[in-house]
């Protein structure tokens, strides 16, 4: 089964600190998704990676960056958090071209920033 | 960029089949339609995806008709853990405007 971990569940970080989110597969995948959730809105896609050191903006990606410097690994990045950036992130990856869409999510880190 | 509109929930029994739909009047030529289910505390997990007409696989199918603008994501024969919410996208591969819909929580009663 193809496993995507994110670092933390839970994080609660104060406005103005730069929080790492880190996202792990074991699959191999070439293409890496951040995502964040907020009621009533569905998921949007902050960025994505289709390959080390590639990444490309997503629908949202202001006020965020990302880092992908090994295949496995794809980290978001929030340089001076905000209130507005309170929500759910949920990192997925899916195996490459052909199969785009069949994305495997992990189970999301809840961030408040206070 | 193609805008997605879902209903907001949905009730059903066990044994029924469940039809939800996903309005994507201005989907482009290059988009893919792909439907998720999530269930809470967990992230989305993929369930099918197609461009036109009807594809299948052992959970569920779905039904594209030839315009394209909406899409139809069947459930046979539900059960008590289908209760869930349901999510259409609609995107081009490799291209940065994925649009998820805003979710349909669908209930399967006893």
């Known amino acids: 089964d193809v496993k995507v971990t994110q670092s933390s569940r839970y994080l609660v970080k104060r406005t103005g600190e730069k929080v790492f989110l880190e996202c792990v597969q074991d699959?191999?995948?070439?293409?890496m998704f951040w995502y964040r959730q907020d009621p009533g809105l569905g998921l949007r896609l902050i960025y994505f990676s289709y390959d080390v050191k590639m990444k490309e903006k997503g629908d949202i990606p202001e006020g965020y960056s990302v880092s992908r410097e090994k295949k496995e690994r794809f980290s978001l990045i929030l340089e001076s958090a905000s209130t507005n950036q309170t929500s759910m992130y949920l990192c997925?990856?899916?195996?490459?071209?052909?199969?785009?869409?069949?994305?495997?999510f992990g189970p999301g880190t809840r961030l408040t920033v206070t | 960029l193609a805008k997605t509109t879902q209903p907001i929930s949905m009730d059903s029994y066990e044994g029924q089949e469940v039809n939800i739909t996903c309005s994507h009047n201005?989907?482009?030529?290059?988009?893919?339609i792909t439907w998720y289910q999530q269930f809470p505390s967990q992230g989305p997990r993929f369930i099918i995806q197609?461009?036109?007409t009807k594809v299948t696989n052992e959970v569920a199918s779905l039904f594209i008709p030839a315009d394209r603008k909406s899409s139809t994501l069947s459930l046979p024969r539900v059960s008590l853990s289908d209760t869930a919410v349901y999510y259409c996208?609609?995107?081009?591969?490799?291209?940065?405007?994925?649009?998820f819909g805003a979710g349909t929580i669908l209930r399967v009663k006893s």
């Open positions: 699959m191999d995948h070439e293409n």
């Open positions: 996208l609609v995107g081009a591969e490799y291209g940065n405007k994925l649009v």
């Open positions: 201005n989907i482009a030529t290059n988009d893919y």
């Open positions: 197609g461009y036109k």
């Open positions: 997925a990856s899916s195996i490459g071209q052909s199969r785009f869409f069949e994305q495997y």
